[in-house]
């Protein structure tokens, strides 16, 4: 299914995902869906990902606060997550196109600095440790 993939610190990219042990290797363990939306779209994060320690990535409306580690948005189904359309990768691009440096937060409502993103090198040889802490390839 076409995906947009959202990192910390980087713009989103679109991407084929199929599977639950992709959509796994994604958000770097046991996967968690939120509908902070009206559209028909799913963030899928690290269900644990705040716990884990991963790195602040990006606020989300709805009262959900934010997310912490690598995520995805995709479409979701009659059953299950499917495809993005153009249009919904057109906004979602736009929406999550700013990263965001988390500052504080008041109660669950994240308090963040926007910032220009990196951009992710499309070749998927390379994506793996691109954006680690360290720089480590």
Request: charged content about 25%.
């Amino acid at each position: 299914m076409k995906v947009l993939i959202v990192k910390p610190g980087y713009a989103p990219y679109e991407a084929e995902i199929n599977g639950l042990h992709e959509m796994q290797d994604v958000v770097g363990g046991l996967i968690q869906a939120i509908y902070p939306f009206e559209d028909k779209v799913a963030v899928v994060c690290n269900d644990e990902g705040i716990f884990l320690g991963m790195p602040f990535n990006r606020s989300v409306p709805g009262g959900y606060g934010g997310v912490f580690g690598p995520f995805f948005v995709c479409g979701v189904g009659a059953e299950d997550f499917c495809s993005l359309t153009p249009e919904q990768i057109k906004t979602y691009k736009k929406e999550f196109h700013n990263a965001e440096i988390l500052i504080g937060a008041k109660g669950n409502t994240p308090v963040t600095l926007k910032v220009q993103p990196k951009t992710v090198d499309s070749n998927p040889r390379h994506e793996k440790g691109r954006d680690e802490p360290h720089g480590r390839e």
